[in-house]
């Protein structure tokens, strides 16, 4: 017994199930299945979820109710269509009016297990509440997922990520320990931490690391000033969420060249945890939507009718296995393309080949012109002689926008043409012209988290 059944909702699993070292995948039948097969899986799953909220959840029933529906009513993945989506910001506002955990919690407050959140940069912080149930599942969804990056249970794991409110550590940790590998939560962000990191890879060989991509650099950076070669380290698997870098491809070389590791990208949203949802698997083809687990769709931002696949749009989520607080057609920030090409790996889940395009909210008009921090990042990362750190300063001089880049160029780098290599090569793949600052060595400020690389400067100039 193995996959869960679609008429057993919240859906079961066996605890002590795990496949052969040498399986391909956690759940062949599950993984490889016809598309059409798939959609009656899925459709099963969103009545059955929906169900749940409208029984459980005023926040669901009133809106629902409001657009003239229920969940009767929705008896094919068209219909789906018809559900209203759901803002973040929506849910903020829930939360400060049923607080703490808002109209759409799901489940008894005494049946909480763990609380997370999000850091409240923009805004009041969203509590996320999850119950054993939920722990059961994101578990679940995360070993099936990494067991398809490559990750076995003879691996060591070594987690490199703020142990916080943060999602992002726990979902990989989680995940390790239902695949049966060996958990390292190291952590990051105490003084110190990253050389302590290299002494402690050094002596525990972990195979597999979890972080973000910046902090992947940085370790390198500081294994190099330690006279240790990062290839050395014997790092086998790196995967990572929280930023765009892995899925920005002249980043993920940098990373492979570096390490000596094949790179990962992974994650879509806190608020749908398992966030790993979307990821990459060992071919590196671009994220897989394992859509029996969230169902992602890449919807026109304007009607939020799903795009046909080849397009781009926005991704919006429904937890298919979440009972606590179900997000139903979560609308994230983000912008990808989409493709139902089949994957050398066999798995029939679609992809976004380009991984996360950009956020919608980190886009840059600049001049008239649509500009994606990432589209800059894949130019920087693709010069040798830069070092690790970059930041891209937006300003605004008399009336016009002006981009500038401040990059820190490599140790033993020459700087001769170098910027204006740079500047040309920027404005031939962004289409504007970027102004190219020259810094030294470790100049720029460094993080454990997540990078804030963009200074836009045009609101308080
Ligand atoms: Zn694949």
Not at 110 to 131: D, K, L, M, N, Y
Not at 204 to 225: D, I, K, N, Q, V
Not at 368 to 389: C, H, K, M, Q
């Amino acid at each position: 017994m193995i996959a869960a059944t679609a008429s057993l909702w919240p859906p079961q699993y066996d605890p002590d199930y795990r496949p052969h070292s040498d399986e391909k995948y956690w759940d062949r039948a599950r993984e490889t299945m016809p598309a059409d097969e798939r959609d009656a899986v899925v459709l099963a799953k969103v009545q059955a979820a929906m169900r749940w909220a409208w029984e459980r959840a005023p926040f669901y029933e009133q809106r629902w109710r409001a657009a003239g529906l229920e969940p009767g009513d929705i008896r094919s993945l068209a219909d789906f269509e018809r559900v209203p989506t759901i803002q973040k910001s929506e849910l903020r506002a829930d939360q400060a009016e049923h607080p703490p955990f808002g109209s759409y919690l799901c489940v008894e407050p005494h049946e909480i297990v763990r609380i997370h959140g999000t850091s409240g940069t923009s805004g009041r912080p969203t509590a996320f509440a999850w119950a054993a149930q939920d722990l059961a599942a994101i578990r679940e969804a995360h070993a099936h997922i990494m067991w398809s990056m490559g990750i076995r249970p003879h691996d060591v794991v070594i987690v490199c990520s703020v142990f916080s409110l943060y999602v992002g550590s726990w979902g990989a940790l989680a995940g390790t320990e239902r695949l049966g590998a060996a958990a390292f939560p190291f952590g990051a962000g105490v003084p110190g931490q990253t050389l302590q990191a290299i002494s402690w890879i050094r002596q525990m060989r972990p195979t597999a690391f979890y972080g973000t991509p910046s902090y992947a650099l940085r370790l390198a950076e500081t294994a190099r000033r330690e006279g240790v070669d990062p290839a050395s380290l014997g790092l086998r698997i790196m995967f990572f969420s929280g930023e765009p870098g892995a899925g920005i491809p002249s980043t993920k070389r940098l990373i492979e060249t570096t390490f000596n590791a094949i790179c990962i990208d992974s994650g879509s949203m806190g608020e749908v945890t398992p966030w790993m949802n979307i990821a990459e698997c060992g071919e590196r083809t671009g994220m897989h939507l394992w859509q029996d687990f969230v169902y992602t769709e890449l919807c026109d931002p304007q009607t939020w009718q799903r795009v046909p696949f080849g397009s781009r749009g926005t991704p919006v989520y429904t937890q298919l296995e979440r009972t606590t607080q179900p997000m139903i057609r979560l609308v994230s920030g983000d912008y990808a393309e989409w493709t139902d090409a089949p994957c050398p790996c066999g798995r029939t889940y679609p992809r976004f080949p380009l991984g996360i395009i950009g956020r919608i909210d980190d886009m840059l008009v600049i001049r008239g012109e649509n500009v994606y921090p990432s589209a800059i990042e894949e130019v920087l990362r693709s010069f040798d002689e830069l070092g690790t750190e970059f930041e891209i300063v937006v300003s605004r001089r008399q009336q016009m926008d002006e981009l500038d880049v401040r990059v820190e160029i490599a140790p033993s780098a020459s700087r001769e043409g170098l910027a204006e290599r740079l500047v040309a090569e920027l404005k031939r793949k962004i289409g504007v012209r970027v102004g190219v600052e020259l810094c030294d060595a470790d100049a720029l400020a460094r993080t454990d988290l997540k990078s804030r690389r963009v200074h836009d400067r045009r609101s308080t100039a």
